[in-house]
């Protein structure tokens, strides 16, 4: 009995290895495949990061239409453009001009003083500085929004301690800032949208790249028939599992490499926040690897051409990072987007990694997310059995009517003998 269970793992091991042989060959022989798997991992995260490197907008181009032409909207001007995120490109006669410049996208934004802007600050009255913003860009709005309201704040503080009547430094302290608060960011600390956006986006690399490398292959086993050489190694049900275990064996291999790059190099390479653990971290991405796997595999059953994944994973790829919670509010995901968002491991991986890298959580911190990534695992990894038990029968079914009809032709009919 043991030598017969013996016997069984041995051929088991032997008919996954030759699977896992079989797919590195043809990985390392299909250019597209190759590109995939080895050289967009490689690039891409490179080339996010050094887009973001810098982390915030600086120079941040505003126009200036100054109807007051007096002291005070001087003085404002020039301490808005002291401020290293804005920059007065122009200074326009009229609102016209200034809306000109926004069409052209010259400037992103229009600061206008009214002609009775310092009339109404000496006589004590409340004036007002207007704020054009182009909302198209976040970052740039950020800068010319919140640049101008730390300008108005300082303004206004000397306006205070002016009509105070203080005589030590602590009175006007308090006279401008009676209730003192401090601003302390516990993530993120450089209010950087590099840290705050790159995690997400590396780890949906990882599952968008195995998503292309994998269909591409399926596409081609597809359009080449390649099925039929699984067929022989078929010879039971436990045969299956042998085969989706080997190829997943080949893809596991390759994205142990790209991952620890991914996450461990790539965030150090560029100084971004990383307070992940590397044994925390590698509990993360066994299931979340595995899992895109699995979904790889299951998912190529709907790719026929080569071409059509290119199609399904660009098409996906902003949708996933919204629904992943990374630039926006999960609890403002309405709940069937979320139950939606369920279906992917790029979801919990994204979710997991950013607690993981940005805010120091540990692999029991993010117990959520760890075990709905190997709950799909087990999932995905019966599923995709299921659509290989389909190819395979399909391939097995064409393979025998071709060699059925191969056998009519060679055999003479009773007219001929």
Not at 5 to 15: A, K, P, Y
Not at 109 to 137: H, K, W
Request: aromatic residues 12%.
């Amino acid at each position: 009995m043991l030598r017969k269970i013996l016997h069984r793992v041995n051929e088991g091991v032997h008919d996954m290895c030759y699977i896992w042989a079989q797919e590195m060959k043809m990985t390392i022989k299909d250019e597209g495949v190759l590109i995939f798997f080895i050289l967009v991992p490689l690039f891409y995260p490179l080339l996010y990061s050094w887009i973001y490197n810098n982390e915030v907008v600086r120079d941040v181009p505003v126009a200036i239409v100054d109807m007051s032409h007096s002291q005070e909207s001087r003085q404002f001007i020039r301490l808005y453009d002291a401020s290293p995120n804005t920059k007065v490109a122009y200074h326009c006669t009229d609102m016209d001009d200034a809306r000109d410049l926004m069409e052209k996208q010259v400037v992103h934004g229009i600061l206008y003083f009214p002609a009775d802007f310092s009339n109404r600050l000496n006589r004590l009255e409340q004036t007002t500085v207007s704020v054009y913003c182009d909302m198209a860009l976040m970052l740039t709005y950020k800068a010319i929004y919140q640049t101008a309201a730390a300008v108005q704040s300082e303004m206004n503080s000397a306006i205070q301690i002016k009509l105070s009547g203080n005589y030590t430094d602590r009175e006007d302290e308090i006279t401008t800032q009676p209730l003192a608060f401090e601003d302390v960011p516990i993530f993120n600390s450089a209010g950087g949208y590099g840290n705050f956006i790159l995690p997400g986006v590396l780890i949906l690399i990882l599952q968008q790249t195995l998503l292309l490398g994998i269909g591409l292959s399926a596409g081609t086993a597809r359009e080449k028939s390649r099925y039929k050489d699984l067929v022989p190694i078929n010879k039971h049900y436990n045969g299956l599992f042998r085969i989706v275990l080997g190829k997943a064996l080949c893809y596991a291999m390759i994205y142990a490499v790209m991952a620890a790059y991914i996450t461990l190099v790539v965030p150090r390479l560029f100084h971004f926040t990383s307070m992940v653990n590397a044994a925390d971290l590698l509990g993360l991405l066994t299931p979340y690897i595995l899992a895109c796997i699995f979904f790889g595999m299951f998912v190529s059953c709907t790719v026929r051409y080569r071409e059509n994944v290119m199609l399904l994973v660009v098409f996906t790829s902003l949708p996933l990072l919204f629904l992943a919670g990374v630039s926006w509010p999960q609890n403002a995901i309405p709940g069937a987007w979320q139950g939606v968002s369920w279906l992917f491991p790029s979801t919990f991986g994204v979710r997991g990694f950013i607690r993981m890298n940005c805010m120091g959580a540990t692999l029991h911190d993010v117990g959520v997310e760890y075990r709905a990534l190997w709950i799909q695992v087990v999932v995905y990894f019966f599923l995709a059995c299921a659509v290989y038990q389909y190819q395979i029968q399909s391939a097995r079914k064409h393979v025998l009517e071709a060699e059925k009809k191969k056998l009519e032709e060679s055999t003479p009919s009773p007219e001929q003998s």
